[in-house]
């Protein structure tokens, strides 16, 4: 498959993933099950929006409700973690990613989705922190974040540009 090729997958597979999760906070979770549904379908080998898409399915297809949960697995903390995000509960998300980093104190994943919540929290300097630490441990963790809708309030900002390399 030829690099163009490639990017114009991973930018169709980014607007459908962006547009699932726009249907996701409006609560039509419907229309974003299919949607994350098509772009696994159609875009397998876009493993980071894959991976994301199966946990938010998980959720539209389970539907919102309030629960008690026991994560016993980092696994089950970054799901709950994600989970926490999307209903805005930031602190809770910190706290369950926290204990996460007991698991697997070197997983990007982790302070990726730390990153997510810090900035989505008003607090951009955690957030470029945690969002380091997250690409100096899997570097392909900067395209994502240069397309990544929760990450605008820091798109402007020189340091976010930086840690992905924009110019």
């Given at each position: 498959m030829s690099e163009l090729k490639k990017k114009d997958?991973?930018?169709?597979?980014?607007?459908?993933?962006?547009?699932?999760?726009?249907?996701?906070?409006?609560?039509?979770?419907?229309?974003?099950?299919s949607s994350f549904e098509s772009l696994m379908e159609k875009y397998?080998?876009?493993?980071?929006?894959?991976?994301?898409?199966?946990?938010?399915?998980?959720?539209?297809?389970?539907?919102?409700?309030?629960?008690s949960i026991t994560p016993k697995t980092l696994e089950d903390y970054l799901f709950y973690g994600q989970m926490k995000i999307n209903q805005c509960d930031f602190d809770g998300a910190?706290?369950?990613?926290?204990?996460?980093?007991?698991?697997?104190?070197?997983?990007?994943?982790?302070?990726?989705?730390?990153?997510?919540?810090?900035?989505?929290?008003?607090?951009?300097d955690d957030s470029l922190e945690a969002l380091k630490k997250a690409i100096q441990k899997d570097k392909s963790l900067a395209v994502l974040a240069q397309n990544e809708p929760d990450f605008e309030p820091l798109w402007e900002d020189k340091r976010f540009k930086v840690l992905v390399k924009l110019s």
């Open positions: 997958d991973y930018q169709k597979a980014l607007s459908l993933y962006s547009q699932a999760i726009k249907d996701f906070r409006k609560g039509d979770y419907e229309k974003a099950a397998p080998e876009e493993y980071e929006l894959v991976d994301r898409a199966k946990v938010y399915l998980s959720i539209c297809k389970r539907g919102p409700r309030k629960e910190l706290k369950l990613l926290e204990k996460a980093l007991e698991f697997k104190k070197d997983e990007a994943k982790v302070y990726y989705l730390m990153a997510t919540a810090y900035v989505q929290s008003g607090r951009p």
